[in-house]
């Protein structure tokens, strides 16, 4: 059984541009979370998304912005890259995002923005 | 109040020995599940093992098992027989199900775990 896939895995910004990320959750999950990963704030939720519609968000400037697909892949954006936005992002796959023991996550996407 | 509050900065443990990384925790849901994931310097964030609010026994997933004092509010990993391979940043989690915040986990700082040959 696949697990959670996420591309790209190393990338490289400057500052101002714009990032999307790609996750793949574990066949017939259909709940897709994403957390952003840095030295000073630790791990931190972006948002949630379950059949295609956010319901979590976390405290986050609008810069960041999710979708999710009607297969249950899910991407991120984020516009207007600043250096601090350098982090690792790691996406979570569970199969309602509710109560249960089954969250995995991918080996994450390592952002540096220069 | 941290809800996750991890302690251990780092640890050291010998090879084939024991060791135990603490998680306190605080939420007034009355129902919520704790996880234990295993993160090496590749970025992977590998789940270990889970534990309900409800459940009545302690989890255990081979080597590792949870030590869970809900009176207590403590959710501590054991991790028996260490290995090298154990060497890794341990993050407790919480997800809390009837809060605002369901649906997403909240991480501890981590604990740094070196295995000692």
């Known amino acids: 059984k696949a697990g959670v896939t996420q591309t790209p895995r190393y990338l490289i910004k400057t500052r101002g541009q714009q990032v999307t990320l790609s996750c793949s959750p574990i066949?017939?999950?259909?709940?897709v979370s994403w957390y952003q990963q840095t030295p000073g704030q630790g791990l931190q939720f972006l948002f949630e998304?379950?059949?295609?519609?956010?319901?979590n968000k976390g405290n986050f400037p609008g810069r960041f912005s999710g979708r999710q697909f009607s297969n249950s892949r899910s991407e991120m954006n984020v516009s207007t890259l600043e250096l601090g936005d350098s982090a690792l992002y790691l996406c979570a796959s569970s199969p309602n995002g509710g109560s249960g023991n089954t969250i995995y996550f991918g080996e994450g996407s390592w952002l540096t923005v220069v | 109040a941290q809800k996750i509050t991890q302690t251990q900065p780092g640890m050291f443990v010998q090879e084939k020995e024991a060791v135990t990384l603490d998680c306190t925790y605080d939420?007034?849901?009355?129902?919520?599940?704790l996880f234990w994931y295993k993160q090496p310097s590749s970025g992977e964030m590998i789940f270990l093992i889970y534990q309900g609010s409800y459940d009545q026994q302690n989890a255990t997933e081979g080597r590792y098992s949870l030590n869970f004092q809900k009176a207590r509010k403590s959710a501590n990993l054991v991790i028996s027989a260490s290995q090298l391979g154990d060497s890794a940043m341990y993050f407790c989690a919480m997800r809390e199900d009837f809060s605002g915040s369901a649906r997403q986990l909240t991480f501890g700082s981590g604990t740094q775990l070196t295995v000692l040959p």
């Open positions: 939420t007034s849901d009355p129902s919520y599940g």
């Open positions: 066949s017939g999950h259909r709940s």
């Open positions: 998304y379950f059949s295609e519609t956010q319901r």
